[in-house]
C-alpha cells in the first residue's frame, strides 16, 4: 500500500486487568483468545497491524507473524489508551490508525471496513456513535492528530474525549452495537461470553 493511502492496525492489548483479574488478551471466547478476534477484524481489512502490550505480556505474544508486538513509549508507559496509541504511531508511519481495544471480541471485519469507508480529507477522527455514546477506543485517528496527542500525554491529560474536543471529528452511525460489547469485569464475561 502506498504511503498515502496507508492504514495501520493497532490493538490495545492493555496490561494486568485488574478489574478483569488477569490478562484479558489471554481470555477464551469460543476457545480463541481475545486478541485474536481483535486481530482477524483488522487483518481481513489492512495490511498492517500492531499490537501494544504490557512488558509482562510480550512474550505471551512472540509467536505471531503478521503483527509487531510493542510496548509502550517509555515516556508515556502507564498512561492508557492514549500512549498505546501514540506509541503506534511512533513506531509505524501511516495517514490513517484504526485502533481496537482488547476486550471486544464481538468486533468483525465488516465494522473496520464501515470506519474504513468513512474516512475521508478534513477531518482527524472517525468515531463510531452508538447509542448516542461516541467510541474512541474503536476508532480511526489521522497522523495530522500525533502532535496534539504528545501536548496532551506531556501534560498527563489521558481523556480520549478531551482529545475529540480538540480535533475535527466525523461521526459514524448505524453499526451493530454487539460488536461494541466490552468486557471489562468477570461478570461481563459471564453475562456475554460463557452463556454463548
Same mark, same amino acid.
Given at each position: 500500500m502506498e504511503s498515502k493511502n496507508k492504514v495501520v492496525g493497532i490493538i490495545l492489548a492493555g496490561g494486568q486487568s485488574k478489574r478483569y483479574g488477569e490478562p484479558k488478551a489471554f481470555a477464551l471466547k469460543r476457545g480463541k483468545?481475545?486478541?485474536?478476534?481483535?486481530?482477524?477484524?483488522?487483518?481481513?481489512?489492512?495490511?498492517? /497491524?500492531?499490537?501494544?502490550?504490557?512488558?509482562? +505480556?510480550? @512474550? !505471551?505474544?512472540? $509467536?505471531?507473524?503478521?503483527?509487531?508486538?510493542?510496548?509502550?513509549?517509555k515516556r508515556y508507559r502507564g498512561f492508557g489508551p492514549m500512549a498505546g496509541l501514540f506509541s503506534a504511531?511512533?513506531?509505524?508511519?501511516?495517514?490513517?490508525?484504526?485502533?481496537?481495544?482488547?476486550?471486544?471480541?464481538?468486533?468483525?471485519?465488516s465494522t473496520i471496513n464501515k470506519l474504513l469507508a468513512a474516512a475521508e480529507e478534513g477531518y482527524e477522527a472517525i468515531i463510531p456513535l452508538i447509542d448516542g455514546r461516541d467510541q474512541p477506543?474503536?476508532?480511526?485517528?489521522?497522523?495530522? /492528530?500525533?502532535?496534539?496527542?504528545?501536548?496532551? +500525554?506531556? @501534560? !498527563?491529560?489521558? $481523556?480520549?474525549?478531551?482529545?475529540?474536543?480538540?480535533?475535527?471529528?466525523?461521526?459514524?452511525?448505524?453499526?451493530?452495537?454487539?460488536?461494541?460489547?466490552n468486557i471489562n469485569k468477570k461478570s461481563d464475561y459471564i453475562k456475554y461470553i460463557r452463556q454463548e
Open positions: 483468545y481475545f486478541y485474536q478476534y481483535a486481530l482477524h477484524a483488522l487483518q481481513q481489512c489492512i495490511e498492517q /497491524t500492531i499490537i501494544i502490550a504490557h512488558p509482562t +505480556l510480550i @512474550k !505471551k505474544f512472540s $509467536s505471531l507473524e503478521k503483527a509487531v508486538v510493542i510496548e509502550d513509549d504511531m511512533e513506531a509505524e508511519e501511516a495517514v490513517w490508525y484504526i485502533v481496537l481495544p482488547i476486550d471486544t471480541p464481538f468486533i468483525t471485519p477506543l474503536i476508532a480511526m485517528y489521522h497522523q495530522k /492528530t500525533k502532535t496534539k496527542i504528545e501536548e496532551l +500525554l506531556k @501534560k !498527563k491529560n489521558l $481523556s480520549m474525549h478531551g482529545l475529540l474536543q480538540q480535533i475535527s471529528v466525523k461521526y459514524v452511525e448505524g453499526l451493530d452495537e454487539r460488536e461494541f460489547i
